[in-house]
């Protein structure tokens, strides 16, 4: 009973926000690289990878290009990350014999905090995708043919010449999140909001199954013996490499979100009709390695932000704050 005690859901609720703060701003210029690269068709390479995504984003939007979309990001990745954190902690808690948990179980309470998770998660992926994405639009629009010059001879034409925009990009519109937001709820209702749900749940539930069980026995590992706590760097260490497999693992349903969750498309690309729709598109136009762009830059996203997020755990930032003592799940 004393340990249940210890268990303090707001506390954990402000970990999972201030972890998702701090790693967002850290890993988010990633995290718009991994959506540009994820939304590029096939013969309408914009960018080469990560790196080339990134310095052409700040030649034509400066540093602060980089973190289109951050705003909406910090602000609901808060209850985000909250929700996903504390729902896990709350459900092996629950599930807790003796303070042991089958594999099972683990499992199972990943599966439930990826299913709370959505609730934030989809509204709030609809609404940073739009604007991390503006910036592949405009890039595309400026390398678009603009004038075909064409000899008519009789009843048969020929090309001679095909001229391209060479004028400056044109300027990424600056729409905020409230502006998509209102156009979105008056289009389509509040349901338009969650747009890609059944993709979302799709890639998050079996992240949570994975990342979750894969995190607690990782972290076992590096616990000294049963009276001594598991170092700050085991724990962040932990995070990453779970984070990253997960991430990996779960890539072709990220790669199928996106696409879905993608609101305006560029010149000849494809709208899809749902899940199926989109998976035998992009199977048929672009081959299976289409499923894993962007991989690289989610495993370099997730590593980082999970590892940072079970520091947070660690140290008991919200603990501290609502005068608990600090307690993890995981050192039971």
Not at 110 to 123: D, K
Not at 124 to 146: F, N, W, Y
Not at 261 to 268: D, E, H, I, P, W
Request: proline residues 5%.
């Amino acid at each position: 009973m004393a340990q249940q005690q210890q268990i303090s859901l707001p506390a954990k609720l402000i970990n999972g926000g201030v972890a998702g703060i701090v790693g967002v701003t850290c890993v988010f210029p990633i995290d718009l690289a991994k959506t540009r690269l994820q939304n590029q068709r096939s013969g309408q390479q914009i960018y080469k990878n990560m790196m080339d995504c990134l310095i052409k984003t700040v030649r034509s939007d400066g540093y602060f290009g980089m973190y289109r979309g951050a705003a909406v990001n910090l602000t609901l990745v808060t209850p985000e990350k909250a929700i996903k954190l504390a729902a896990n902690d709350f459900f092996r808690h629950q599930l807790s014999k003796d303070g042991k948990l089958t594999v099972f179980k683990e499992m199972l309470a990943g599966c439930c905090a990826g299913m709370c998770q959505v609730t934030v998660t989809t509204p709030m992926e609809m609404l940073k995708i739009q604007m991390q994405d503006a910036g592949r639009i405009t890039a595309q629009q400026r390398v678009m043919p603009s004038v075909v010059t064409t000899l008519k001879m009789g009843g048969t034409s020929a090309v001679l010449c095909r001229s391209y925009n060479t004028n400056p990009a044109p300027q990424v519109m600056r729409l905020s999140a409230t502006q998509i937001t209102r156009e979105l709820l008056k289009t389509k209702g509040f349901l338009g909001l969650y747009k890609g749900l059944g993709a979302t749940l799709m890639r998050d539930i079996p992240f949570s199954v994975i990342y979750f069980p894969l995190f607690a026995h990782l972290h076992q590992l590096g616990k000294p013996s049963p009276e001594e706590s598991v170092p700050f760097y085991w724990s962040f260490m932990s995070g990453c490499l779970a984070g990253c497999v997960a991430a990996v693992a779960v890539s072709p349903c990220d790669v199928v979100k996106t696409r879905l969750q993608s609101l305006k498309k560029g010149a000849n690309e494809e709208t899809y009709n749902g899940i199926v729709d989109c998976v035998r598109k992009i199977l048929k136009k672009e081959g299976p390695g289409a499923f894993l762009k962007g991989a690289s830059c989610r495993a370099l996203v997730i590593a980082p932000l999970f590892g940072i997020a079970q520091v947070i755990y660690f140290v008991g930032v919200g603990e501290i704050l609502l005068g608990y003592t600090p307690h993890s799940i995981y050192s039971s």
